[in-house]
C-alpha cells in the first residue's frame, strides 16, 4: 500500500493507525506549500487534492480520514479499533466524525486558511481558534471518567490526538481532560513513532 500524508496534519492520525495496525506501507509526503497535492499525478489518485490517502493493494484508494480510519477498524478487527459493543463503536464514529468535520473542518480550517472566508483574516482565527475551544470543552466532558474517547482506545483517539496536537503547537490551552488525553496518547508506542518519523519530538 502507499501513503500519501504530509507531516504534521491531519495524516498523522491515519499515520498512527497504520502504525497500531501493523501494516507495511510506502510513504510518501506531500509538501502541500509547494502544492504537490495539486500535480496531475497525484490528483488522477486523488482528484480532490487533499490528505491523506491510501492507495490500497487492489489500486483503489481511500482519500479522505473517516473512509480510511474505518476501512482500517472493519479489516484489522483483531487490533479492535472500534469497540464490539454496538453503542460505543457509534459513539467512536459520532466522535471521529466531531473531530475531523467540525473541530478541524469548522474551528481550524479557519486558524489554518483564513483566506478561505469572507471577512477579516484576524477575525476569522479568532472565530476557528473560539470553535475548537468549545468543540475541546465538550470533549473533556465525553473523557470524564475515560482513559480514551469511548473507554479503550480507538479509531476516535487518533481523530481526537491530531486536533489536540494542532492546539498544542499554536499555543491553545486544552482543558484538563484533553490534555490528560494527548498526553496518554504521546506515550504509546506507535504515537511515539510517528511523531519522530514526522520530526517532532
Known amino acids: 500500500m502507499k501513503f500519501y500524508m504530509t507531516p504534521g496534519s491531519c495524516s498523522t492520525g491515519i499515520h498512527i493507525l497504520l502504525e497500531e495496525v501493523g ?48 476501512w482500517l ?6 487490533r479492535k479499533l472500534l469497540p464490539e459493543d454496538p453503542a460505543l463503536a457509534e459513539e467512536a464514529g459520532a466522535i471521529l466524525d466531531f473531530c475531523t ?7 481550524f480550517r479557519r486558524v489554518f486558511t483564513p483566506e478561505r ?14 470553535i475548537a475551544a ?5 470533549m473533556n466532558s465525553v473523557l470524564a471518567g475515560r482513559d480514551y474517547a469511548v473507554g ?8 481526537l490526538f491530531y ?8 499555543g491553545m490551552t486544552l482543558p484538563p481532560n484533553c490534555a490528560t488525553h494527548y498526553q496518554r496518547m ?16
Open 186 to 201: 504521546k506515550k504509546r508506542p506507535a504515537v511515539a513513532q510517528v511523531l519522530a518519523e514526522e520530526g517532532y519530538r
Open 101 to 107: 468535520r467540525h473541530i478541524h473542518g469548522e474551528g
Open 23 to 70: 501494516l507495511v506501507f510506502e510513504a510518501h509526503v506531500l509538501n502541500l506549500p509547494r502544492g504537490d497535492h495539486l500535480r496531475p499525478d497525484y490528483l488522477a489518485i486523488n482528484p480532490h487534492g487533499t490528505i491523506p490517502t491510501l492507495l490500497r493493494d487492489d489500486g483503489t484508494a481511500l482519500t479522505d480520514f473517516v473512509g480510511i480510519a474505518t
Open 117 to 130: 472566508y469572507a471577512g477579516d483574516r484576524e477575525a476569522t482565527i479568532a472565530e476557528g481558534r473560539a
Open 152 to 159: 479503550a482506545f480507538s479509531i476516535a483517539d487518533a481523530a
Open 134 to 138: 468549545a468543540a475541546f470543552e465538550a
Open 163 to 170: 486536533v489536540e496536537f494542532w492546539a498544542d503547537k499554536t
Open 73 to 78: 477498524a472493519q479489516n484489522h478487527p483483531r
